[in-house]
């Protein structure tokens, strides 16, 4: 908790820092609110002593006249410190939600895979909500509490010093109270938190994958691991409750000691002539104010244990410096001709046993049209990765144009290098919002030159509103390979001087896949192009071949000449299908030979 604090308090030091002025009006409101309720038990103690005792009705009218006046100051006041707690509590959950967002946006693959989508969607959304219900607490509980508290304490004393000490004594109890209940609660909102991002993990595998748990009658097994991750949070939600419970029922328990010792010897003081009934009433309803205030702290509490694991979490994320950084002054290209070299690249993540690639060596000339091909896991995606400087090399370098990637501004790389990622990603929006991404400045005529290229424009044009379609999230309403060729054409828009095709082919029939590449060939043919595939028949025609094998080159050639001369690339085409693409067992063994 002693680390925790610290953390806590900068944190709201530095994101309320916008809105000093307002909270320092705030605070003043509730100080005026706060002396007006603690003005009550005096002047009522004025209307008992010199009121009613004496039977003066001047008193008691003129007395009664006053304490009108200050309970409408102090329901005024309470309005406007409210409506002002409540407008910089909601600015501060907006300022949060776009920091998190904007850091997110600059972390690195890395990062982004250390903290997991689940982890920070929850972070984004549920723990900022956290974050800014406790300062709307602060604004409009805690700082009245704390004013009441020691507001009533200090009245109480001066009323009657002995008799206050009571008072003294059962705030301080509370306060350990306090203290022992956030220390408690703490670690049991973290787990809270981190059930919270399991339970989220979960949701969205088995919400994207039902098709697949169904396919393969796995809704037991699945109503198992939601319901072992709901047992996970279930325990300290439970314990929070009887704590909060626990807390409540011990305010109860000292509120009536001390209010019993303070009628006890309160009254003793009355018999012997020592205390006055009006000075007696003061105290009881300074004790009750101050009763009020602990169990106003018990909605503190809860809301500061659940803040402190959620603003560690939001300050994680705050504080997570991307892998991949800017260069503090960046290099220009002097050309814009997309030749691209690599050299002896060594890439390896964090903890991994062995490297992903090691000592990887390969120049692409400008236009020139490289395969890489390999076996699952033998580095052709990460090499494109590395190329578009997802992540950094660990050795080597990779340039384009003679300068090194690293010393590329991102925006700069961006436009110099365009990819069509392994997994098609559009979003909720029409055709025309998700090509946009490619070039928000595109026309018509140039989107349906995008879509010609990538063999779209044919079921584009039979859409219900064509380009202003509205699509499904993340594309649903479409087919595999229509998200695919999508994808191709919003790239295609960025007219780039190095394309990264990644198995972006994958779901497409062999006389479409034919008919794209023909098009790329045709428009691009000043472009230099980098694609990976799993099928030998779509990199034939390339104009080498890039084979890796465990991160190594293995080979790098023509088709005909790796069939004859590496081993590895003969064993993938021999793997695949017989078909018209991709040569039979019998034509290879015969290259071979």
Known sequence: MGSTRPVLTGFLRAYLRPYRSRIALIAGLQLVQTVCILLLPTLNALVIDNGVVEGSMGWIVGVGVAMGAVTLVQVTVAISAERKGAAVSAALG??????????????????????????????????????????????????????????????????????????????????????????????????????????????????????????????????????????FIFQPSLRVGRLMTTFAAM????????????????????????????????????????????????????????????????????????????????VQSRTEGGFIEVREVDFGHPGSEAPVLHRVDLVVRRGETVALVGGTGSGKSTLLNLVLRRYDVTGGAIRIDGVDVRDLSADRLTTLVGVVPQTTRLFSGTVRENLHFGDPGADDTRLWWALRVAQAESFVAELPDGLDTPLAQGGRSLSGGQRQRLAIARTLLRRPRVLLLDDCFSALDGGTESRLRAALRHELSGTTVLLTSQRAGAVRDADRIVVLDAGRLAGDGRHADLIRDCRVYREIVQSQPLGTETPGREAVDAAHD
């Open 94 to 231: 907006r300022d949060l939600r776009s920091a998190v967002f904007r850091r997110v946006l600059s972390l690195s693959a890395r990062e982004v895979d250390h903290f997991g989508t689940p982890s920070l969607i929850t972070r984004t959304v549920n723990d900022v909500k956290h974050a800014q219900t406790l300062t709307l607490t602060l604004f409009d509980t805690a700082l009245a509490t704390a004013i009441l508290s020691i507001g009533g304490v200090v009245l109480a004393v001066t009323q009657d010093f002995w008799l206050g000490l009571l008072l003294v004594a059962m705030f301080l109890t509370v306060c350990g109270c306090i203290g022992f209940m956030i220390a408690t609660m703490a670690p049991l909102f973290e787990r809270l938190q981190t059930g919270i991002d399991l339970i989220s993990r979960i949701l969205r595998e088995q919400i994207i994958g039902v098709r697949v748990v169904r396919a393969f009658v796995q809704q037991r097994r699945e109503h198992e691991r939601f319901d072992a991750a709901n047992r």
């Open 251 to 330: 305010v109860t328990l000292v509120t009536n000691i001390f209010m019993t010792a303070l009628v006890w010897f309160g009254g003793r003081r009355i018999d012997d002539g020592s205390l006055q009934l009006g000075t007696l009433s003061a105290l009881i309803g300074y004790l009750t104010l101050i009763v009020l205030a602990m169990v106003m702290i018990l909605v503190v509490v809860t809301g500061l244990s659940r803040a402190l694991a959620s603003v560690r979490r939001i300050t994680e994320v705050l504080d997570s410096e991307p892998s991949v950084d800017e260069p503090a002054v960046p």
